[in-house]
């Protein structure tokens, strides 16, 4: 008999409890007035447009491929930006790919190739880059993938 009246008891318990704090945690009318609801930020006018192929950077050391880096790029760009991004892809391609290069040869792969920092002046470049190719509509790169295989 108790094993049925104790759950009914708990609920009643924890409801009386509720509405109690309710009650007792309710704005008084003179907060109420002044309170405002959060002012939510806009999402940023921003969209991005990923890269087709991958991007494949050789590794050269003593005359010889010592590792390949493989990276998956997009752009973010302007809202509508993204059909300019495909249009111009092969020049942007051809510029990522000189950045990506001369990053290779000054030993920025070597090592602990994926440091915040490393990674960060990687960007950077690309950016630079991306906009002479792009102009104002691009505003960042994103390194969705990177990895270093060794031969």
């Given at each position: ?108 792969f070597k090592g602990v190739f994926t ?37």
């Amino acid at each position: 008999m108790i094993a049925k009246i104790l759950p009914i008891i708990l609920v009643l318990v924890g409801l009386g409890a509720g509405i109690g704090a309710g009650i007792a945690l309710r704005p008084t009318e003179e907060h109420s007035e002044i309170v405002e609801a959060p002012v939510e930020e806009t999402p940023s006018a921003t969209e991005f447009a990923k890269l087709n192929n991958q991007f494949v950077v050789p590794v050269v050391e003593d005359g010889r491929v010592a590792s390949l880096v493989i990276m998956s790029l997009s752009v973010e760009v302007s809202i509508g930006g993204t059909e300019t991004v495909y249009l111009q892809e092969p020049k942007l391609r051809d510029a990522l790919l000189q950045v990506l290069f001369d990053h290779a040869n000054a030993g920025g792969f070597k090592g602990v190739f994926t440091d915040g920092a490393n990674l960060t002046l990687l960007r950077h470049a690309l950016l630079e880059v991306t906009q002479k190719v792009l102009g104002e509509i691009a505003h960042g790169i994103l390194i969705s993938d990177i990895a270093r295989q060794d031969t």
